[in-house]
């Protein structure tokens, strides 16, 4: 098997191992939700063909509404947020030959478009996530304040994860 087949299934595995036993357990002040699953979505590589994505996305997002018996939320959330990923991709990162088979990290990017890729998926899968959760604008305060929590816990969660994954890596590929 391919070496990246087998790095995607364990992160595959990983992050929904992640998402239903520890943070699906967490909210902090009430207003902050650990949405770690989006990670999935941030680290396919580019190149991954759309429908795989689509796939394995609303995969990942079924997964966790079983275990979560939230019904369809985050697998629409995660389909929905993986049809923005590279539009989202492609606004902070030039298009070009050389982006097209990477994986998107602090090392391959740099940390200030990474951040804001990060920030920005992170971002639009929260707000996803409470918008279809209250099913209504009536209490878009309460959305804003959610989304904004969730996804600043989300984003330093993801990018200390990130920062500590890529480092490992990069030790052990010298």
């Known amino acids: 098997m391919d ?8 992160l595959f ?3 929904l191992l992640a998402q239903i036993l520890i943070f699906n357990h967490i909210l902090l002040f009430g207003i902050a939700a650990p949405l770690v699953l989006v990670y999935f979505i941030v680290r396919t590589p ?9 796939t394995l996305s609303f995969l990942l997002g079924l997964a966790v509404d079983i275990c979560s018996d939230t ?4 697998a629409l959330a995660c389909t929905l947020t ?7 991709f492609y606004a902070y990162v030039q298009h070009d030959d050389r982006m097209k088979g990477i994986t ?14 990060l920030f920005t998926i992170t971002g639009i899968f929260s707000f996803l996530v409470f918008s279809i959760e209250y099913f209504s604008f009536a209490d878009i305060k309460e959305i804003f304040i959610l989304t904004l929590g969730s996804t600043a816990l989300t984003f330093l969660l993801l990018l200390g994860t990130d920062s500590l994954v890529t480092i490992r890596h990069d030790r052990r590929s010298k």
């Open 104 to 117: 998107p990290n602090i090392l391959t990017l740099g940390l200030a478009d990474y951040c804001k890729y």
């Open 82 to 88: 993986a049809v923005v990923k590279k539009p989202v």
């Open 46 to 54: 580019i190149d991954m063909g759309t429908n795989i994505l689509l």
């Open 3 to 10: 070496k990246r087949i087998i790095h995607i299934a364990v």
């Open 71 to 74: 019904p369809g939320l985050n």
């Open 13 to 15: 595995v990983t992050i």
